[in-house]
Nanobody, 116 residues
Framework: QVQVVESGGGLVQPGGSLSLSCVASGNIFSTRAMGWYRRAPGKQPELVATISSGGITNYADSVKGRFTISRDNAKNTVFLQMNSLKPEDTAVYLC??????????WGQGTQVTVSS
């Protein structure tokens, strides 16, 4: 059983920054891809960013140039650095670990609110 726990959400003004963290239990972290989704009321869930076990990253067009995903395998942690935040970035951000092509482990999510 793998547990995934996010932290770092909160309230920030437009143009501000936040850093999210996601810790996954177990000793398979370094061999698994990780990613962040976000879910906002009235919108389709959006895949925000992914990072492979080898560190290859991909981003949604809506966050390119503003968000950076990274990982620290020694700490079983993946990070999402979010800069130049906009009100439309407001959402619950969920971290996941890819266990297999058919299955992901998910965290509970952390709320990010961008508002003045």
């Amino acid at each position: 059983q793998v547990q995934v726990v996010e932290s770092g959400g909160g309230l920030v003004q437009p143009g501000g920054s936040l850093s999210l963290s996601c810790v996954a239990s177990g000793n398979i972290f370094s061999t698994r891809a990780m990613g962040w989704y976000r879910r906002a009321p009235g919108k389709q869930p959006e895949l925000v960013a992914t990072i492979s076990s080898g560190g290859i990253t991909n981003y949604a067009d809506s966050v390119k140039g503003r968000f950076t995903i990274s990982r620290d395998n020694a700490k079983n942690t993946v990070f999402l650095q979010m800069n130049s935040l906009k009100p439309e970035d407001t959402a619950v951000y969920l971290c996941y670990l890819v266990w297999s092509p058919e299955y992901k482990y998910w965290g509970q999510g952390t709320q990010v609110t961008v508002s003045s």
